[in-house]
């Protein structure tokens, strides 16, 4: 098995691009990543997105932006594991590099949310991610889903709502130093605490923007990428595991198994523990799911993931720097696309070009990306050149 | 990079399971494939399907599966590539156990076609594996591209509608041996002459039925299939090509350029030539894909397609067997499972275990799966053991 690095990146402005279509994003994507590893091709392309086939009327679309983006011929592909595809993608074109099968390969999510009719729409779209027989159905959408996690949490463990907030207030501080944010300004417990409810007691505020974007990443062996990039970015670790769709179908809804599996298969991938990484990019769509993802990963007791964000630790200058660029909240959220997002802005950290968001010495950082209430969990970590 | 072998097989019978949703389709054809393999449990699960999220109302949908096999855990991820999805997560599994990250793995195809509440929404999610500005949007649907490619195929080569009958009677002859058809039963050319039209000149009896299906193998490294099976079959060559989605914007639309490069790099990979097929599983949507497909995998001359089948050549006996099960014609297209029909059929007849259809002495065989009107075509070579 061969060892994989990241050797060129690029993304488009997170937002709502009423003026550009979904192979349009992610042909610019595609061409930044291509350009900066200074590559015209390459062997193969994934594609992670969950929402074209029911928003933009296109499946098949892997040919379809491998055509766009000059690449015909080209083997492509998409994957699906609902909001966690990006970071399915990231891992279908690892295990293509590792196998020896492929030298170069794109890797890119990408989702177009404006193409929705309303917001109703989008949200439905969205509850394609929970049990359909048993939540979807029944009225649950993934807001309510996670309202019923907060509301838990927050009884069983003593928390009020503004508890919550620092995770929101975090991310948008650091939003303000990331150009391709989609709200690049910061946020105040105040406006957390007036935010209007979606569903109680989750509020605009814990809830990451629906959005447009594309993010990509181009993938060579190891001892190649130096041929390629200075800046090369290691893959220490990818690792995907499950849970149950629903909810109810866990032995404990306040513990994310599947995040638990999924950063243990890193962790002993890459040889480390939650101690030894020095950045965290967390799949906070909501607050709640940034606090279960920390708890679930190691990095705080159970019951201890909001007291970590309270007491500042998950600040740029904390024990563990979460959602550096904004994370989903601040950078916006396009579904298919942020687990490639995320993976993006951990090659801008490890190679030290984070600008004003720069995690300092930052050499080891990990990224997770989670699809529904916690049904697919996806984990990777990355190292410094 | 390690060789790679199928020691399980399983399969539900084709045609429309009122009673049953997808996953459990799924799930008895997984159950079905382990047992071959006498394991209970893999390292991961891929899944093909393609209109789960339109279709049924749920995305996310390897997570779902692997829960409801008794698999909650693994490592899960759905692939989508079109008609071909199937194929496509096969091409996953495959790279995953040749890169050494997986020792067993479970690819699985599932389709439920008969949750779309009319056939006009069927067609209608079938349209998603077009080009939707350029061709869906003005009503060109699958059959009516097809209608057109058929049309140009029967003007340039002189060929009459009843000329392309014998595929479809090649494909119900060999059905009637094959207990998990759809249609096991034999057709006439009258009767293929007396169809009703769907887009003239494309007839029903041109057009492989729609239908709900699941298809599994299980996969594990080459040096260890003895173990499991002394059965196993090699997966000698495993290759994606794309084209563009629109047929317009190819070079000529009678020549599909996505199967031949993804022929090419098969033969390559595998260091054989059309000539060393024993047998063919063929992508018969419509009757002018089998013939577009023969000639661009150079089994026929350019026109010639229809030839080699009205000469009796595609039959059993004849100079290449296809569809030695019933082809998507007869055994039912379960749209995103069919991919792993074909792998499945063509195991049972390199193992000798295809009863009244077996291709005799058959040693080594292929199977190309197409998604769209050729946007993405993927083919695999298997070796008897």
Same mark, same amino acid.
Request: with cysteine; net charge negative.
């Given at each position: 098995?061969?060892?994989?690095?990241?050797?060129?990146?690029?993304?488009?402005?997170?937002?709502?691009?009423?003026?550009?279509?979904?192979?349009?994003?992610?042909?610019?994507?595609i061409l930044a990543a291509l350009s900066e590893a200074r590559l015209e091709r390459?062997?193969?392309?994934?594609?992670?997105?969950?929402?074209?086939?029911?928003?933009?009327?296109?499946?098949?679309? &892997?040919?379809? !932006? @491998? +055509?766009?983006?000059? *690449?015909?011929?080209?083997?492509?592909?998409?994957?699906? =594991? $609902?909001?966690?595809?990006?970071?399915?993608?990231?891992?279908?074109?690892?295990?293509?590099?590792?196998?020896?099968?492929?030298?170069?390969?794109?890797?890119?999510?990408?989702?177009?949310?404006?193409?929705?009719?309303?917001?109703?729409?989008?949200?439905?779209?969205?509850?394609?991610?929970?049990?359909?027989?048993?939540?979807?159905?029944?009225?649950?959408?993934?807001?309510?889903?996670?309202?019923?996690?907060?509301?838990?949490?927050?009884?069983?463990?003593?928390?009020?709502?503004?508890?919550?907030?620092?995770?929101?207030?975090?991310?948008?501080?650091?939003?303000?130093?990331?150009?391709?944010?989609?709200?690049?300004?910061?946020?105040?417990?105040?406006?957390?605490?007036? &935010?209007?409810? !979606? @569903? +109680?007691?989750?509020? *605009?505020?814990?809830?990451?923007?629906?959005?447009?974007? =594309? $993010?990509?990443?181009?993938?060579?062996?190891?001892?190649?990428?130096?041929?390629?990039?200075?800046?090369?970015?290691?893959?220490?670790?990818?690792?995907?595991?499950?849970?149950?769709?629903?909810?109810?179908?866990?032995?404990?809804?306040?513990?994310?198994?599947?995040?638990?599996?999924?950063?243990?298969?890193?962790?002993?991938?890459?040889?480390?523990?939650?101690?030894?990484?020095?950045?965290?990019?967390?799949?906070?769509?909501?607050?709640?799911?940034?606090?279960?993802?920390?708890?679930?990963?190691?990095?705080?007791?159970?019951?201890?993931?909001?007291?970590?964000?309270?007491?500042?630790?998950?600040?740029?200058?904390?024990?563990?720097?979460?959602?550096?660029?904004?994370?989903?909240?601040?950078?916006?959220?396009?579904?298919?696309?942020?687990?490639?997002?995320?993976?993006?802005?951990?090659?801008?950290?490890?190679?030290g070009q984070a600008g004003l968001n720069q995690v300092k010495g930052a050499r080891?950082?990990?990224?997770?990306?989670?699809?529904?209430?916690?049904?697919?969990?996806?984990?990777?970590?990355?190292?410094?050149?």
């Amino acid at each position: 098995m061969r060892d994989v690095s990241i050797i060129g990146i690029g993304q488009t402005k997170v937002g709502e691009h009423w003026d550009k279509s979904l192979r349009q994003l992610a042909t610019e994507a595609i061409l930044a990543a291509l350009s900066e590893a200074r590559l015209e091709r390459a062997d193969a392309l994934y594609v992670g997105n969950m929402l074209s086939g029911k928003i933009s009327g296109q499946e098949h679309i &892997a040919a379809s !932006i @491998a +055509d766009f983006g000059g *690449l015909r011929g080209i083997e492509a592909v998409k994957v699906e =594991a $609902a909001e966690s595809s990006g970071a399915a993608a990231l891992r279908l074109g690892y295990m293509a590099v590792a196998s020896g099968l492929m030298d170069t390969v794109i890797v890119c999510g990408v989702e177009k949310m404006s193409d929705a009719v309303s917001s109703a729409t989008a949200s439905a779209a969205l509850a394609l991610a929970v049990d359909s027989d048993y939540e979807a159905l029944h009225g649950l959408s993934l807001a309510a889903l996670n309202a019923l996690l907060m509301r838990r949490y927050m009884h069983e463990y003593g928390v009020k709502r503004e508890d919550l907030s620092p995770f929101t207030v975090n991310a948008h501080r650091n939003a303000a130093g990331n150009p391709y944010a989609m709200f690049p300004r910061p946020v105040t417990t105040e406006a957390f605490m007036k &935010a209007p409810m !979606i @569903a +109680d007691p989750v509020s *605009l505020m814990d809830s990451a923007p629906l959005a447009d974007g =594309a $993010a990509a990443v181009v993938l060579c062996p190891g001892d190649r990428a130096r041929q390629f990039s200075a800046g090369a970015v290691r893959i220490a670790a990818s690792a995907v595991a499950t849970d149950s769709l629903a909810i109810h179908d866990r032995r404990d809804p306040l513990f994310l198994e599947g995040a638990y599996l999924s950063a243990q298969r890193a962790y002993q991938q890459a040889e480390v523990g939650s101690a030894d990484m020095d950045l965290f990019e967390v799949h906070d769509a909501f607050t709640i799911t940034a606090a279960l993802s920390l708890e679930a990963c190691g990095f705080a007791q159970r019951g201890q993931g909001v007291r970590l964000a309270q007491e500042g630790e998950i600040a740029m200058d904390g024990r563990i720097p979460i959602c550096t660029m904004g994370g989903l909240k601040a950078r916006g959220n396009p579904v298919g696309a942020t687990g490639v997002y995320q993976i993006v802005e951990l090659v801008e950290q490890l190679r030290g070009q984070a600008g004003l968001n720069q995690v300092k010495g930052a050499r080891l950082g990990m990224a997770q990306s989670i699809g529904g209430t916690g049904g697919t969990v996806i984990t990777h970590i990355l190292e410094a050149p």
